[in-house]
C-alpha cells in the first residue's frame, strides 16, 4: 500500500574544494533535517566539492561503488534509514581526463537504489564574459533504460541534475511511469538563477503535475563562481511549499500524495496530450 505523505529536505550548502569539510558540513544538515522528519533527502549538485582547479576535480574522480564520498552516502543513508540521494558525484569513465556527473540514490539500507548520467552539459557564454563549459571535465550521459527513475513506498521519483531543468522533453518523457516527483540537484549560477531558476522549476512542476524538490548551491565558491540558492520544494499546482533563499541550511516539506492523485483526476491535462512522440 502506498503511503500518503512524505517529509522531504532539500540542502542547501556553499561548497568549496576541501572534500571532507564539505562532506562534515552535508553531514551536519542531514541530521538536522532528519531530526526534523525528513524521510528523503535531497543534496545540491557538487556537494563533496566545487574544485578551485581541473586537477583537483580529477583527483576526486571515484569508480563506481567506491570512495569517501559514495562511502559517507551508503553509510548515513542506513545510519538514518533515509532516501538519500546526492546530487551528484564525480563517476570516473573511460576516459582518462573526464567523469560522469552522476545523481546517486541511496535506500534506507545503505545500497545504491539508481544513478542516473547527468545528460545536458552547461556549455554556455554568459553576459558580461563569463563562459562554462562542463564537457570539458564530463562526458555526456545517455538516458537509460529505467530514465534515472527509483520506486519508493511513497511512488515513483525521477533524477534529474540542474541544466537539465531546461529541457522539458526530459521531464515529460517519463511521465507514463506514474512519476509522482523530479529531483533537480543544481549548481545554478546567480545570474541565471535570478533570472530563470524559479520560473522553470514552477513550470516543470505545473506541466508535469508532479512535485518538484530542488536543492542549490549558495553563495561564492573558491573558483569565483557564484550560485543562486534558493532551494524550494514545490507542489503539484505549481505552489513553493518551502523555501531557502539564502544562507547554508535545509528546507523541509510534506508531499501529500493523496492530493495529487485527486488533482490529477480533476484536472487531467495529462491524459489530454494529443503529441506524445516527436518525428
Not at 5 to 32: G, P, T, W, Y
Not at 150 to 178: A, H, K
Request: charged fraction near 20%.
Amino acid at each position: 500500500m502506498t503511503s500518503e505523505k512524505l517529509v522531504v529536505a532539500a540542502i542547501q550548502i556553499s561548497s568549496a574544494s576541501d572534500i571532507q569539510r564539505n562532506i562534515e558540513l552535508a553531514e551536519m544538515l542531514i541530521d538536522q533535517a532528519v531530526d526534523e522528519g525528513a524521510q528523503l533527502v535531497l543534496l545540491p549538485e557538487n556537494f563533496a566539492q566545487i574544485p578551485s582547479s581541473k586537477i583537483k576535480r580529477q583527483q576526486a574522480y571515484e569508480a563506481i561503488g567506491s570512495g569517501p564520498i559514495q562511502e559517507f552516502l551508503a553509510t548515513k543513508s542506513e545510519q538514518k534509514s533515509i532516501y538519500l540521494v546526492a546530487g551528484s558525484v564525480a563517476i570516473a569513465s573511460e576516459h582518462s581526463h573526464k567523469a560522469f556527473s552522476a545523481s546517486l540514490c541511496f535506500d534506507p539500507n545503505g545500497d545504491l537504489l539508481a544513478r542516473y548520467n547527468k545528460i545536458h552539459l552547461f556549455d554556455v557564454r554568459l553576459p558580461g564574459g563569463k563562459n562554462y563549459a562542463e564537457s570539458d571535465s564530463f562526458e555526456y550521459g545517455e538516458l537509460s533504460s529505467n530514465g534515472g527513475l527509483f520506486s519508493t513506498p511513497w511512488g515513483t521519483f525521477c533524477l534529474t541534475i540542474c541544466y537539465d531543468l531546461r529541457f522539458p522533453e526530459l521531464f515529460r518523457q517519463v511521465i507514463d511511469q506514474d512519476i509522482i516527483g523530479y529531483l533537480v540537484p543544481a549548481a545554478f549560477t546567480y545570474d541565471t538563477g535570478s533570472a530563470h531558476w524559479e520560473t522553470l522549476l514552477r513550470a516543470r512542476a505545473i506541466e508535469n503535475l508532479s512535485f518538484v524538490i530542488a536543492s542549490n548551491q549558495v553563495g561564492v565558491h573558491p573558483n569565483g563562481l557564484q550560485s543562486w540558492g534558493h532551494s524550494m520544494v514545490l507542489d503539484p499546482w505549481g505552489t513553493i511549499l518551502g523555501q531557502q533563499e539564502i544562507g547554508e541550511g535545509a528546507v523541509l516539506a510534506t508531499l501529500d500524495i493523496s492530493r495529487q492523485r485527486e488533482l490529477r483526476r480533476e484536472f487531467p491535462c495529462l491524459k489530454h496530450r494529443r503529441i506524445k512522440r516527436f518525428g
